[in-house]
């Protein structure tokens, strides 16, 4: 059984920053998976905001997020981060990550749907507000 557990949102200030962690257990390994952050807020669409895929080291980011989010993978601790830079309030959103096994974080598809993932955390919330 392999579970992804979502973690490190909370309320924070415009212009501040957060480090999301994306912790799997079970029989999983990084290098067999494509990890993808998603975001919901209320009334908006799921938006795919960046992947990694260890096995190649390909990354891929959302326009909307590039030059303020880092994603970056730990395989000792089978945890994917997303750090978060500049944050503002449109920011504001539920943020899940997402597991695709023996894909590849190479094609932009891999942020713009989300059927082919065979793992979802949780989700844990970000809010941004002053």
């Known amino acids: 059984e392999v579970q992804l557990q979502a973690y490190g949102g909370g309320l924070v200030q415009p212009g501040g920053s957060l480090r999301l962690s994306c912790a799997a257990s079970?029989?999983?390994?990084?290098?067999?998976?494509?990890i993808t952050w998603f975001r919901q807020a209320p009334g908006k669409e799921r938006e795919g905001l960046a992947c990694?895929?260890?096995?190649?080291?390909?990354?891929l980011y959302a326009d909307s997020v590039k030059g303020r989010v880092t994603i970056a993978g730990d395989d000792a601790k089978n945890t994917v981060y997303l750090q978060m830079n500049g944050l503002r309030p449109e920011d504001t959103a539920r943020y899940y990550c997402?597991?695709?096994?023996?894909?590849?974080?190479?094609?932009?598809?891999?942020?713009?749907?989300?059927?082919?993932?065979?793992?979802w955390g949780q989700g844990t919330q970000v809010t941004v507000s002053s």
């Open positions: 079970g029989l999983f390994r990084l290098d067999d998976y494509a």
């Open positions: 997402a597991a695709a096994y023996a894909l590849l974080c190479t094609n932009i598809v891999m942020l713009r749907r989300s059927d082919q993932y065979d793992y």
């Open positions: 990694i895929s260890e096995n190649d080291g390909s990354t």
